[in-house]
């Protein structure tokens, strides 16, 4: 999984409803791999304002790598700052760990880069 | 026509064998990449880039390689852990989720720019446990999808559908979750042919602006698809079969060598005649 997925995913459990809580998903235990691909600045600028940008930093900080604390002012300009950005959010996958939700502390299990958002019958 | 949702639940029905059957068959693969190729056309994406796209019931990622093959970035949800596992063989660029749609996503609002799906919201309509209730799942996943779309993007879902009576309740609950848009029937004079997409929007994406339901296809029907012959019922029926006798000339040699071996008496000379086929009787 990518980490702009990541971004995008916050947790579906029927009750957890906490809007500070259910996002973003805490990584843990995670293994990362580094998969090149092509850079597409059109796409990147487009998704600049999907992107959660706190979100992004605190997931950064988890993972151990730094992004910018906000995104520049011209960033279709900024090719380090777009470079930095392509990286983290569309090479950088996650192989093998867990996914944690900070509100109802549901455990989405990621194995051979696939999560595991299967629910239980309480949860839906 | 025999319907796989009355046979198992999907995540069962979709076990190793069927997985590997289903992506090893040129036949459903090429209707599957059709039935893609047409989806994404009514998708209706302007020509600049890439766009973030979302594959429900993704399987073993034979849409999800047309997506790649265009250049967008997708990710993809499916329920048969098998299915999944050849995805990550085929190594398809999108990101798989293990998930059930009928669970509803979390996606944050405005995530995706369209959503494609292959041959999966039939499976919704079944009840295959005791806690699944058909319109409550229909209505969790698309009250859910229409959260993640941005505004004006759409979601066309090729499906099977069994009766006219489920092609109203899945519209209904569409629409009662925000959607608008329509069914699509291409081919409808062609019962082999005929496929059902049902496209929908998820609002407009300017004030005012109507969304138009695209045309159907209609006329004849392409003859360069792959057609289906049915020989091996044909052949069945006739007597002929492609299925070799297990005991021939190697086996008896074995079965003799294995007698020897043992120490058994009389256990005759091998010639050239040892287990040879014989002239019919009549």
Not at chain 2, 212 to 237: F, S, W
């Amino acid at each position: 999984m990518r980490l702009i997925t990541h971004n995008m995913l916050k947790c579906h459990v029927k009750n957890c409803t906490d809007p500070n809580k259910q996002f973003p998903l805490r990584f843990k235990d995670v293994q990362l791999e580094q998969i090149d691909a092509e850079r597409n600045d059109e796409f990147l600028v487009r998704m600049l304002p999907r992107l959660d940008w706190p979100a992004l930093l605190t997931t950064s900080k988890e993972l151990g790598y730094s992004l910018p604390q906000s995104v520049p002012e011209n960033p279709v300009d900024n090719d380090e700052f777009l470079q930095a950005l392509h990286a983290f959010i569309l090479e950088t996958h996650v192989k093998e760990g867990c996914m944690v939700c900070n509100g109802c502390s549901h455990e989405y299990k990621i194995t051979n880069g696939i999560p595991n958002m299967l629910l239980a019958e309480h949860e839906i | 026509m025999s319907r796989p949702e009355h046979i198992a639940p999907p995540e069962l029905f979709y076990g190793d064998t069927e997985a590997k059957k289903y992506t090893s068959n040129t036949r459903i693969a090429s209707i599957q990449a059709e039935m893609t190729l047409r989806a994404v056309e009514l998708l209706n994406l302007p020509d600049d880039g890439p766009y973030y796209l979302l594959d429900i019931g993704c399987g073993s990622g034979l849409s999800g390689e047309i997506l790649d093959e265009d250049g967008h970035l997708w990710a993809g949800m499916d329920i048969a852990p098998a299915m999944l596992d050849i995805a990550v063989e085929k190594d398809v660029e999108g990101d798989l989720f293990l998930q059930d749609i009928g669970q509803g996503m979390g996606f944050r609002p405005g995530t995706f720019d369209g959503a494609i799906s292959v041959s999966v919201i039939q499976w919704l309509c079944n009840a295959d446990k005791s806690e699944n209730k058909p319109r409550y799942r229909l209505q969790r996943f698309f009250s859910t999808l229409f959260m993640s779309l941005q505004r004006g993007a759409r979601a066309v879902f090729q499906f099977y559908p069994e009766s006219d009576m489920q092609v109203e309740m899945i519209m209904g609950i569409a629409m009662k979750c925000g959607f608008t848009g329509g069914l699509v029937v291409d081919y409808p004079n062609s019962k082999k042919a005929r496929k059902f997409y049902l496209c929908l929007f998820a609002g407009q994406a300017a004030p005012g602006e109507k969304q138009e339901l695209p045309q159907a296809l209609d006329g004849d029907v392409k003859a360069d698809g792959v057609t289906y012959t049915e020989t091996r019922i044909h052949n069945k029926a006739h007597g002929k079969t492609s299925r070799k006798s297990v005991k021939d000339t190697s086996w008896v040699l074995k079965k003799k060598e294995l007698a020897r071996k043992r120490g058994k008496e009389g256990v005759p000379l091998d010639s050239r005649y040892t287990g040879r086929k014989r002239k019919p009787r009549f």
